[in-house]
């Protein structure tokens, strides 16, 4: 088996059967071998019945609760048969034979261990940065007081083939026997940062990862996080996390007071525009950075 495919779903009815229907159509052509596994992480729609009745030749696991990102995809790549392991979103749609330029890439090439496509926006028009430096604090600081994610200063998306720190986890291939040695995703991480270590922990054991834009895929974007509060506070936590594993000490300290500082700024500009929400949102957040 060359491929492993996986894809986790958690009410995304039908971005996941868009998804489905653009694997199937992308490598009909192809001389793959590969299987899909499909990871419902306890979906409340008709997911489930939906690719029971039209993908019978899907792999799928039923999850009873929700395991989150890291959690259920250790689950498929266990299970998983192929020499390389490529972890999907649901919300991606493949483009033309993006699977199959992004395997042939990374497996003709030594030097490349961990490979990403190109990531566009709906509407397949504008590219979606996808890819970065690993989250020290000057990168820290820019993505939260400097817009770095917005002025492409520590997220982008090249148009060349580039070594990078990180490829976003919505499309990300590697093989499998890396991932085991790595140790697959943490599971302490529920969602978000969680590409960001198990790439900062292959770049310490010597696998390099690389962009490849000529492999596109569209990428929806956050389909499964549905709450208005959820991504700042999962990113507060997800960087102390990090932090706390990887950078401890005044590092730590000082993640922690910048972290403090944007709650402070979000809960008065929440209250200069009214919004009970942003308000919340950041004051909850506050409390995963301490």
């Keep these: 088996m060359d491929l492993s495919i996986i894809i986790l779903s958690y009410n995304t009815v039908k971005l996941l059967e868009e998804c489905l229907q653009s694997v199937f159509f992308g490598l009909q052509n192809s001389n793959l071998r590969f299987e899909l596994i499909v990871v419902d992480n306890a979906s409340t729609d008709d997911s489930v019945a939906m690719v029971d009745k039209q993908f019978k030749a899907v792999k799928l696991i039923e999850s009873k609760k929700n395991m989150g990102y890291s959690k259920a995809n250790n689950l498929a790549a266990r299970r998983a048969k192929g020499k390389y392991l490529l972890f999907l979103n649901s919300d991606i749609v493949v483009l033309d034979s993006a699977i199959d330029k992004l395997h042939r890439f990374i497996d003709q090439n030594v030097d490349a261990s961990i490979a990403g496509g190109k990531l566009l926006n709906t509407g397949g028009k504008s590219a979606q940065p996808s890819c970065g430096p690993f989250y020290s604090l000057p990168v820290s600081f820019g993505v939260l007081f400097l817009r770095g994610d917005h002025w492409g200063l520590t997220r982008y998306s090249p148009d060349v083939v580039k070594k990078v720190?990180?490829?976003?986890?919505?499309?990300?291939?590697?093989?499998?026997?890396?991932?085991?040695?790595?140790?697959?995703?943490?599971?302490?991480?529920?969602?978000?940062?969680?590409?960001?270590?198990?790439?900062?922990?292959?770049?310490?054991?010597?696998?390099?990862?690389?962009?490849?834009?000529?492999?596109?895929?569209?990428?929806?974007?956050?389909?499964?996080?549905?709450?208005?509060?959820?991504?700042?506070?999962?990113?507060?936590?997800?960087?102390?996390?990090?932090?706390?594993?990887?950078?401890?000490?005044?590092?730590?300290?000082?993640?922690?007071?910048?972290?403090?500082?944007?709650?402070?700024?979000?809960?008065?500009?929440?209250?200069?525009?009214?919004?009970?929400?942003?308000?919340?949102?950041?004051?909850?957040?506050?409390?995963?950075?301490?």
Aim: charged share 25%; proline share 2%.
């Design 165 to 290: 720190d990180w490829v976003s986890g919505a499309c990300l291939m590697l093989e499998k026997d890396i991932f085991n040695k790595i140790g697959g995703f943490d599971e302490s991480i529920f969602m978000y940062m969680d590409e960001i270590d198990i790439l900062y922990r292959a770049s310490k054991k010597g696998y390099r990862t690389y962009f490849y834009p000529d492999a596109k895929f569209i990428h929806h974007g956050a389909a499964s996080s549905k709450s208005n509060r959820a991504p700042v506070i999962n990113i507060f936590k997800g960087l102390v996390y990090f932090y706390r594993k990887h950078h401890k000490g005044a590092n730590l300290l000082v993640l922690q007071l910048m972290l403090l500082l944007k709650g402070l700024l979000g809960i008065i500009v929440g209250m200069l525009v009214r919004n009970r929400n942003m308000r919340i949102s950041y004051k909850q957040a506050m409390r995963e950075a301490i």
